[in-house]
């Protein structure tokens, strides 16, 4: 695989499956990993609520980009606070707004999606405020299906019958990808990737300066997606719910050596980060 592609994380809140993101990344070696927007969420961020998965995620990433990989950690609007620090590069891990790929199957624009969504533009209080009320609905969707379980029924996806069942937010869907690949068009791309909205998507699109295949990464709360790439067979959609080698893995695995190194205090943490940047306070100087 040369490049993966994961937005929509959501560390920091209830509804992030940070257990089966970290199973993902450990099963698949990508030259690029683009984290697409949303990996933290900075917005409902609340220091009593950081379990010990969501640090070994971080701490499986930095150790990817410490080994080589090349991450590309692309902001989103749960995680706007980082735009100011945009061009920030340490050694592997590059942090920006945008990037684009030149790929064999053609050039790929990858940017979270959010410069799109009318709400974002002018009621950011009101998206605030959607934010926390899906986290509250997560919360009940995971109650729900838990009592599912019990009964041998199947799960439901509770926000994502309420977004079907909107028309509104079906026709801003639409509005999100036509637009996305409208652009993409007039500025010579082939492909256009984003995330935001929670829909993981790869279709072609239409536009009055050709066609675009808009591809979307879904998320890690609801859908658990990502976006894949290789030479030989183009873009690719994972699910992760479709994985025989997911099902098969034990959800009560006991963590390895190293994620357990996660689970340390605060300052000894960072001090393990440092080593592995080859960092020494001092050393180095952010402008």
């Known amino acids: 695989m040369q490049v993966a592609v994961v937005s929509d994380v959501h560390l920091g809140t209830y509804g992030c499956h940070a257990a089966e993101l970290l199973r993902y990344l450990k099963s698949i070696k ?3 990993l ?3 927007g949303d990996i933290v969420d900075i917005w409902q961020f609340s220091k009593s609520y950081w379990p010990p998965a969501h640090m070994r995620v971080v701490r499986y990433l930095t150790g990817l980009a410490a080994k080589g990989t090349r991450i590309h950690y692309l902001t989103g609007n749960h995680d706007e606070l980082l735009r100011k620090f945009a061009g920030l590069r340490l050694g592997q891990f590059h942090l920006d707004n945008k990037l684009v790929l ?4 053609g050039r790929t624009w990858l940017f979270h999606g959010d410069v799109f969504d009318v709400t974002m533009q002018h009621s950011r209080w009101l998206a605030r405020l959607g934010g926390h009320g899906y986290d509250l609905l997560i919360l009940l969707n995971r109650a729900v299906n838990f009592a599912l379980d019990k009964l041998g029924r199947p799960r439901v996806a509770l926000s994502k019958r ?3 069942r909107v028309k509104s937010a079906v026709a801003a869907v639409s509005s999100f990808e036509t637009t996305a690949a409208a652009i993409a068009a007039d500025e010579g791309y082939r492909y256009v990737a ?4 929670h829909q ?3 279709k072609p699109l239409g536009a009055a300066k050709g066609v675009v295949t808009y591809l979307n990464s879904g998320d890690w709360v609801e859908n658990l997606t990502a976006l894949e790439y290789s030479a030989e067979a183009g873009w690719q959609l994972y699910h992760y719910h479709d994985d025989p080698r997911m099902q098969l893995a034990d959800e009560k695995e006991a963590p390895d050596a190293a994620e357990s190194a996660a689970d340390a205090d605060a300052a000894t943490l960072l001090e393990g ?3 592995e940047f080859k960092i020494k306070y001092g ?5």
């Open 162 to 164: 309420v977004k079907e």
């Open 102 to 105: 030149d790929l064999p199957h």
């Open 194 to 197: 984003c995330g935001h909205i």
């Open 200 to 202: 993981p998507e790869i």
């Open 273 to 275: 980060l440092l080593v």
């Open 34 to 36: 683009v984290l697409n």
């Open 283 to 287: 050393d180095e100087v952010m402008g």
């Open 30 to 32: 990508p030259e690029v």
